[in-house]
């Protein structure tokens, strides 16, 4: 492996994380700062997840499904 191929694997893991791992740090920073100013309990949220986003998130994965 020489030095062009480690630079750009280092360039694609490095566009991965800001694709896909920052916005998830961001959500829950801003959750993390907000939730106490809202007062919003976790119960209802999470019977919101798992009752409707859940099987949304189900049936579009299988609908997509060739």
Do not use: C, H, Q
């Not at 893991?13 to 907000?34: C, E, K, Q, R």
């Not at 809202?38 to 949220?45: H, N, S, V, W």
């Not at 999470?46 to 994965?61: G, H």
């Amino acid at each position: 492996m020489n030095f062009a191929d480690f630079s750009e694997n280092m360039v694609a893991l490095s566009l991965i994380f800001l694709n896909v791992v920052t916005p998830v740090f961001i959500l829950v920073a801003v959750g993390y700062f907000i939730g106490p100013l809202l007062k919003i309990e976790a119960r209802p949220l999470s019977k919101t997840a798992y009752f409707v986003f859940v099987p949304a998130f189900v049936f579009n994965i299988i609908s997509e499904a060739k």
